[in-house]
C-alpha cells in the first residue's frame, strides 16, 4: 500500500503516532499533514493545519486522504464535506484491514463495558493453547503495529472503531449494549447501530453473547440469523470457569460474565479448556480498572475507566457486603443515574461524593432514594479526598468509579485532567497525601 498523495492526520494519540510509522515505512516520501482540536500535535515530520483553517486546505486539494483518529467523531461536519471533495476518511484499523487482513484469523469484542477484559481474556486463553495470537485495539498494539506478526489478532473494538469498521471478523462477540457516548453518536440509537455494525453483515460468522447482549432485541436483529450464536458454556464446564474465576483476580459477578464469554470465544477458536483455566489464572487487572491499593488501612480502588452508571454498578456490586465510601461523577453525556441512586445503599454505600458534573443529577437522586447516605458535594477530585479524609471510620474502601468521562473535570482548581488515566492516578496519590497519619 502506497499513499501517493499527501494525508491528513486529524488526532495525534497513540493511533495517530502509529499511522505516522506505517506511512514512513510504506511511503516515506509522502507528505503528512496533523490536525487537533485541543492539546498538542506532537507528530514526527508532520505539517500543523488548525481546524479553522481545514475547510480552505480541502478546497485547495493539500491532501488527498484523512486517517481519523477514534475519539473524532466521523459525524462532523467537517468529514461530509470531506467525501464530498472526493477525500478519502479512513482509520488505522481499516488501513490494517487493507494491508494484513487477509491470512489472518480476526476475532473482534465489542460492547459496553467488559470488552477490554473478555478481550484480554481471550487472547491468554489461546496463548495458553499454543496459538499464536496477538491482541490489539484499545487494549494491546494499535492496529497498524500489531500489522502481521500473530496468525491470529484479538481486536478489543470501541463504538469509534466498530462505526466505520470496513472489513470483516472470522469470530466476534458482545459483551453487552447500553447506552453511552452519545456526544460522539449525536443520538442513543445511532450509538447503538454504530456499535452493532461489527455483528450486522451478510457474512454468516459465529457470533458468542455475553449476559447483557443475549436477550437485547436490537442485538438478536443484528445478528439476523440464530444459527450464528455460539452454544453456550456446557454446565460442568461453567463450574470449572467459575471456579477458577473464584481463585482468580477476577472480582465480581461481572467478571465470571466475561471469563464466561471469553471461554465461549476462546474454545470456538479452539482452545481447549485447560488453557481457558490456565488463561484465568493468568489475567492480571487491566490499570484503573478496580485497581486495589491499600492506604493506611483503607483499601483504595481506582476505578477511573467507569464511564458509564453501569460500571459503576458492577464496582460497588464487587465490594458488597463492606461500608463503601463512592467518587463518582464527571462529563455530562445525558446518562440515566436513578437505578445507580437507588443501589447505592444496598451495596453499602454509606459516604458519597460527588464531582462536578454528573454528579450534581446522582447527589439530587440519592438525596431521595437513600436519605442515610452521607453525600458530599466536592469542585475537584482533590476537595473529595479532603472531605474522606475528615470522615475516615465511616468506610473501609473508597472507590472511584465515576460513571462518567473525565473530560473537564479538575485534579485541583486550574488542573484538569487529560484523560482517566491520569484521573486514576491522581486518585491513589491524594489518598496518600491525605489518608496517611488520619486513621
Request: charged letters at 25%.
Amino acid at each position: 500500500m502506497l499513499f501517493e498523495e499527501p494525508v491528513l492526520l486529524y488526532g495525534a494519540g497513540r493511533e495517530a503516532r502509529s499511522t505516522r510509522a506505517f506511512i514512513r515505512a510504506r511511503s516515506p516520501d509522502t507528505k503528512v499533514f496533523v490536525t487537533v482540536d485541543s492539546g498538542d500535535a506532537d507528530i514526527e515530520d508532520a505539517e500543523f493545519i488548525a481546524p479553522a483553517d481545514l475547510a480552505l486546505a480541502m478546497e485547495q486539494h493539500r491532501f488527498a486522504t484523512i486517517v481519523k483518529s477514534p475519539g473524532v467523531s466521523r459525524y462532523r461536519p467537517i468529514f461530509a464535506m470531506a467525501r464530498e471533495a472526493g477525500i478519502a476518511v479512513t482509520s488505522n484499523l481499516n488501513l490494517w484491514g487493507e494491508a494484513f487482513r487477509d491470512g489472518r484469523k480476526v476475532i473482534a469484542i465489542t460492547g459496553t463495558k467488559g470488552k477490554s477484559t473478555t478481550a484480554t481474556l481471550v487472547h491468554l486463553m489461546l496463548v495458553e493453547s499454543g496459538i499464536d495470537a496477538g491482541l490489539a485495539g484499545n487494549v494491546g498494539l494499535a492496529p497498524l503495529d500489531i500489522a502481521d506478526k500473530h496468525a491470529v489478532v484479538v481486536f478489543e473494538l470501541s463504538s469509534y472503531q466498530t462505526a466505520d469498521m470496513a472489513f470483516t471478523p472470522d469470530l466476534a462477540a458482545v459483551t453487552n449494549l447500553t447506552p453511552e457516548h452519545t456526544d460522539w453518536h449525536r443520538s442513543v440509537e445511532r450509538y447503538y447501530s454504530d456499535k452493532l455494525n461489527l455483528i450486522d453483515r451478510d457474512a454468516p460468522f459465529p457470533v458468542a453473547l455475553g449476559r447483557g447482549a443475549i436477550d437485547h432485541p436490537l442485538v438478536i436483529a443484528a445478528l439476523r440469523d440464530g444459527h450464528r450464536l455460539i452454544p453456550a458454556i456446557a454446565p460442568f464446564l461453567r463450574d470449572r470457569i467459575a471456579t477458577a474465576v473464584g481463585r482468580s483476580r477476577l472480582k465480581g459477578e461481572h467478571n465470571l460474565d466475561n471469563a464466561l464469554l471469553a471461554a465461549q470465544v476462546a474454545m470456538k477458536a479452539e482452545a481447549d479448556i485447560e488453557a481457558v483455566i490456565r488463561g484465568i489464572g493468568r489475567f492480571r487487572p487491566l490499570p484503573h480498572r478496580l485497581e486495589e491499593h491499600q492506604v493506611a488501612g483503607i483499601t483504595i480502588v481506582d476505578d477511573s475507566i467507569s464511564t458509564t452508571p453501569e460500571a459503576t454498578k458492577a464496582a460497588l456490586a464487587a465490594y458488597e457486603g463492606g461500608r463503601l465510601a463512592l467518587i463518582a461523577g464527571g462529563h455530562e453525556r445525558h446518562q440515566d443515574y436513578a437505578e445507580l441512586a437507588r443501589l447505592l445503599a444496598p451495596r453499602g454505600v454509606t459516604v458519597l461524593v460527588c464531582l462536578p458534573v454528573t454528579g450534581d443529577r446522582l447527589a439530587t437522586l440519592t438525596y431521595a432514594a437513600a436519605p442515610a447516605i452521607e453525600v458530599v458535594e466536592a469542585g475537584t477530585l482533590d476537595d473529595a479526598m479532603k472531605a474522606l479524609a475528615a470522615r475516615i471510620g465511616k468506610f473501609d474502601t473508597i472507590i472511584l468509579s465515576p460513571g462518567a468521562p473525565s473530560y473537564g473535570q479538575l485534579e485541583a482548581a486550574g488542573r484538569p485532567f487529560r484523560n482517566f488515566e491520569e484521573r486514576g492516578d491522581a486518585f491513589v496519590r491524594l489518598a496518600g497525601n491525605y489518608l496517611v497519619g488520619r486513621g
